[in-house]
């Protein structure tokens, strides 16, 4: 992909980036190549909405402090974690298992130290694995039964999608950044 068109169009429509922006992408770019158009603007409009546009990792509810999340959050120490925000034990399993045979880990890491999903390279992995694989889709449906696996897809389609990580919660809002990252990644010869 020509990474400069990529990035002319991103800045055109959503503005400038800052350099942590910017890495964020690249870690996410790396780990999405090769899957079909809507799904990597999908993937990019959930990280983009999911990390309040940082595109850096981030804990749920990462302006409170790690004793409220121990107090508050019934799944803690499983709380969202990453771009896309893994949550609960039998996701962490998951990613735990797929990141070790992936060889991005060793074995039970992950479950060892959850933290480890706020890495950038686990984080786009738990990005792409878990939407493709419907990790967090509360009807267990996979990404390539919510978009198409070839060219666009239109507005109810990336509408649907938004339940591969939560529901309806900002649909239309996602919606807008994935026809923005559609855009950018045709402009950098993605088909």
Request: hydrophobic share 40%; glycine share 6%; aromatic share 10%.
């Amino acid at each position: 992909m020509n990474r400069a068109a990529f990035y002319k169009t991103v800045r055109a429509r959503l503005g400038p980036l800052s350099q942590s922006q910017v890495d964020g992408f690249e870690a996410i770019l790396t780990a999405i190549d090769g899957a079909p158009l809507s799904h990597q603007a999908y993937m990019l409009a959930t990280a983009w909405h999911e990390t309040a546009k940082t595109m850096q990792p981030v804990r749920e509810a990462f302006n409170l402090s790690e004793a409220w999340r121990r107090k508050n959050l019934r799944y803690w120490p499983w709380y969202g974690r990453g771009y896309v925000q893994t949550t609960w034990e039998r996701n962490y399993a998951r990613l735990d298992a797929e990141a070790a045979a992936a060889g991005l880990t060793m074995a039970g890491e992950i479950l060892a130290n959850p933290d480890l999903a706020m890495r950038p390279d686990i984080a786009a992995f738990a990005l792409r694995h878990g939407m493709e694989e419907g990790w967090y889709d509360a009807q267990g449906k996979t990404m390539a039964q919510r978009l198409p696996m070839r060219g666009t897809a239109t507005r109810a389609q990336y509408i649907n999608a938004r339940y591969l990580v939560n529901i309806q919660d900002k649909a239309d809002d996602i919606e807008d950044y994935a026809q923005a990252f559609e855009r950018a990644l045709r402009d950098g010869g993605v088909l």
